[in-house]
């Protein structure tokens, strides 16, 4: 991938990016909570959950970039700052999705982590507008794009001048219809041979399958993944988006203790 100035792997030294006590790219770091921001009491009881079970950021979408007009769109800047008060409770730093370019200003200053969402991959100037802001942004693979597109993107934020980008594997639309799409597990290696950033996987989105989002984190650790994005709500059959993947707060508890084990011990025998 010859275009790659700024993200291919030179050497071997890797990009860590620091969102306040948390370290994307050492460790494996744990990012819950719920695909959108329906209230101030839904957000704040599953980040106080997801907290207490061991995720190390809260995630929520303030904006849904929906497929139908009708559905549920998010609670823009009213989602922000229960975003904010959620943080403000539990200490997570916050990662919301932004979506439009003329948002990114004002999203800044409530956001810890912007999130480029895969139907905006190539959203050239929403990825120059994040690239000139001073957030870490976590850029989304779009759905049907190849790793050479996807790092482009990550290169047009880059060259802005923003360092501080991290890559998600959400699943890829291939002819198999029982998962809601296919985790791409071979891209957390192969961008870890093509670049310095640090990638995580969304098994929540990849499978759309609430069996299937333990075992593909814990496929994530094995292959050398940076962490997992997972949604989780207080109450699934609620939920107002993506209510049918959503874990619930002991799932997700029982899903940390496996992910924690599983991590621990490669880190012993030097696996990780
Ligand atoms: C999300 O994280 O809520 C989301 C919409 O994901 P994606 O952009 O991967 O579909
Ligand atoms: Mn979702």
């Known amino acids: 991938m010859k275009n790659l100035k700024l993200a ?41 959950a997801v907290k207490k079970a061991g995720a190390d950021m809260l995630r929520g979408g303030a904006f849904k970039p929906r497929t139908s007009p009708y559905a549920f769109q998010g609670l823009g800047l009213k989602g922000l700052k229960i975003l904010a008060k959620a943080r403000d409770q539990t200490g997570l730093p916050v990662v919301t999705e932004v979506i439009d370019p ?10 810890d982590v912007l999130q480029i969402g895969a139907r905006n991959m190539q959203n050239f100037s929403l990825l120059k507008e994040v690239g000139k802001s001073d957030k870490p942004v976590l850029l989304k693979r779009g759905m049907h794009s190849t790793l050479s597109e996807w790092l482009n993107c990550a290169e047009y934020i880059l060259n802005e001048g923003n360092p501080d980008v991290m890559l998600c594997e959400r699943g890829i639309r291939t002819f198999e219809k029982y998962t809601r799409n296919t985790l791409d597990i071979s891209a957390v290696p192969a961008v870890k041979e093509l670049t310095h950033l640090p990638i995580i996987t969304d098994p929540t989105h990849a499978t759309g399958k609430l069996s299937l989002i333990p075992s593909m984190s814990m496929a994530s650790i094995a292959a050398g993944a940076d ?46």
């Not at 071997?12 to 921001?37: E, L, N, W, Y």
């Not at 003329?102 to 956001?111: H, I, N, P, Q």
Request: aromatic content about 4%; charged content about 30%; hydrophobic content about 40%.
């Open 8 to 48: 291919a792997l030179q050497g071997s030294k890797r990009t860590v990016v620091r969102i306040g006590d948390v370290k994307v790219g050492q460790g494996f770091v744990v990012i819950a909570g719920p695909c959108g921001v329906e209230s101030e009491e839904q957000t704040v009881e599953t980040a106080i």
């Open 102 to 111: 003329r948002d990114v200003s004002w999203v800044c200053e409530y956001a």
């Open 227 to 272: 962490g997992i994005i997972v949604e989780v709500h207080r109450n699934p059959a609620e939920a107002l988006s993506d209510k049918d993947q959503a874990l619930t707060p002991p799932m997700f508890e029982k899903m940390m203790k496996d992910i924690r084990l599983l991590q621990k011990l490669m880190e012993k025998e030097g696996l990780r």
